[in-house]
């Protein structure tokens, strides 16, 4: 199956500052990625959705200027916590989707190793 | 919420024994997946079943789809120690986004 990269795998950084998570497909054309946060021991939220060439949308919730989402090409999408505190310590984790495997909606959906951020 | 629900939350069994798990919810779909998640690790892909589909195999995996009362189950056949995990259910809504289910801790005792 296509593979989706995600960098940096662990992250541990100081309150205040701000920390950017790469996801990349690399053998396929992403218009679609989708950030995930996953705290312990508890599902997957759906974030934003990331669109690229236009503005990511956000689930409900999400603060978007906290979470400054990035998808300036084909096959990369950054999510950047900004100002990060020690509630926005968790697991997080993009998709992006294939469109030769479906339509815009329905394309399988490739998913990262997952990015953990501890603030400190 | 759009989230899924599961049950049970948490199930302990013997190796050798079948583990079922159940997976609800409340929108129009078009597939339902499940997933597999190993302890701090990323996720991954069991096996779709799409909407018009009632049943499905993967080896000693059998998903079931009901689509009248929403609702679909995860059953391991002949469960291994290594099937420990956390399963999570996870569909397809009309918007194209994956939304998943609170998820059902695995535990198989050797």
């Known amino acids: 199956g296509a593979v989706v990269s995600q960098h940096p795998s662990r992250v541990i950084c100081k309150s205040g500052t701000s920390v950017k998570i790469e996801c990349r497909s690399l053998?396929?054309?992403?218009?679609?990625m989708f950030w995930y946060r996953q705290f312990p021991k508890q599902s997957l939220m759906l974030m934003a959705t990331s669109n690229e060439g236009s503005k990511a949308t956000y689930e409900q919730g999400v603060e978007k200027d906290k979470f400054l989402i990035n998808h300036a090409s084909l096959t990369l999408s950054t999510l950047t916590v900004t100002s990060a505190h020690p509630e926005d310590s968790s697991f997080y984790i993009c998709s992006a989707r294939d469109r030769r495997t479906g339509t815009a909606n329905t394309g399988e959906l490739f998913f990262g190793e997952g990015s953990r951020l501890t603030v400190l | 919420s759009q989230q899924g629900e599961e049950d049970p939350q948490a199930l302990s069994i013997q190796e050798g024994e079948n583990a079922t798990m159940n997976c609800s919810y409340k929108t129009s779909i078009n597939n339902l997946q499940w997933y597999r998640q190993n302890s701090g690790r990323g996720l991954v892909h069991l096996i779709l079943?799409?909407?018009?589909?009632r049943e499905k195999h993967s080896g000693r995996l059998r998903v079931t789809l009901d689509t009248s009362k929403k609702s679909s189950s995860l059953l391991i056949t002949a469960s291994r120690a290594a099937d420990t995990a956390s399963y999570f259910c996870a569909f397809l809504n009309q918007g194209g986004k994956l939304i998943f289910g609170q998820g059902t801790e695995l535990s198989v005792k050797p």
């Open positions: 053998d396929f054309q992403a218009t679609t």
């Open positions: 079943i799409r909407s018009n589909e």
